[in-house]
T-cell receptor, first 114, second 115 residues
Framework: EPEVTQTPSHQVTQMGQEVILRCVPI?????FYWYRQILGQKVEFLVS????????KSEIFDDQFSVERPDGSNFTLKIRSTKLEDSAMYFC????????????FGSGTRLTVV | GQQLNQSPQSMFIQEGEDVSMNCTSS?????WLWYKQDPGEGPVLLIA?????ELTSNGRLTAQFGITRKDSFLNISASIPSDVGIYFC???????????????FGKGTKLTVNP
């Protein structure tokens, strides 16, 4: 069964450093998403991306965050200057169309900011 | 903002027992979804509900979308050890005029099944 692949599975970074989280969505999917989950909390929407641009973002997704689809297969989330409160699981998801039934999540990247 | 209230927060049951959990919202959602999350993994879709009042089954799982589109329940019958995990409800209001394509998640129900 097709999968959404995320790398790395765990990243530890110093506060203030830039991190890039990588995702390979399912190959024929067109809509891409990032969500995060702070330990023990609910999953929260960050951003949606379609046709090489952001289609929607949450208030969490401030100027420190950016997304990119650099080469037609990868979908990245960059945090420019990490803060302690950015520590969380970050999930990438993709779907063929905007119908939520086809929403597939990756296994996540655990980001720890120290 | 939109919020989903999910209960209970946690459940401890014996293998073979039935389980029920539910979600309520002050907002209307067009689609209601139930996900399961295993430790260290991403959410996996269990059931999607599209019509008010809809009752849908997937094996031992049964979920219903409330008539008002503001609530849903998930039942698991004859629980087994591999049912352990965190169950999330999520709402989607894409089809609403001006609706958002994001999923809004509940806080989850942590299920423990004792063999």
């Amino acid at each position: 069964e097709p999968e959404v692949t995320q790398t790395p599975s765990h990243q530890v970074t110093q506060m203030g450093q830039e991190v890039i989280l990588r995702c390979v969505p399912i190959s024929n999917h067109l809509y891409f998403y990032w969500y995060r989950q702070i330990l023990g909390q609910k999953v929260e929407f960050l951003v949606s991306f379609y046709n090489n641009e952001i289609s929607e973002k949450s208030e969490i997704f401030d100027d420190q965050f950016s997304v990119e689809r650099p080469d037609g297969s990868n979908f990245t989330l960059k945090i420019r200057s990490t803060k302690l409160e950015d520590s969380a699981m970050y999930f990438c998801a993709s779907t063929l169309n905007r119908d939520s039934y086809g929403y597939t999540f990756g296994s996540g990247t655990r980001l720890t900011v120290v | 903002g939109q919020q989903l209230n999910q209960s209970p927060q946690s459940m401890f049951i014996q293998e073979g027992e039935d389980v029920s959990m539910n979600c309520t919202s002050s907002s209307i959602f067009n689609t209601w979804l139930w996900y399961k999350q295993d430790p260290g993994e991403g959410p996996v879709l269990l059931i999607a509900l599209y019509k008010a009042g809809e009752l849908t089954s997937n094996g031992r799982l049964t979920a219903q979308f409330g008539i008002t589109r503001k609530d849903s329940f998930l039942n698991i019958s004859a629980s087994i050890p591999s049912d352990v995990g965190i169950y999330f409800c999520a709402g989607h209001s894409l089809l609403t005029q001006g609706g958002s394509e994001k999923l809004v998640f509940g806080k989850g129900t942590k299920l423990t099944v004792n063999p």
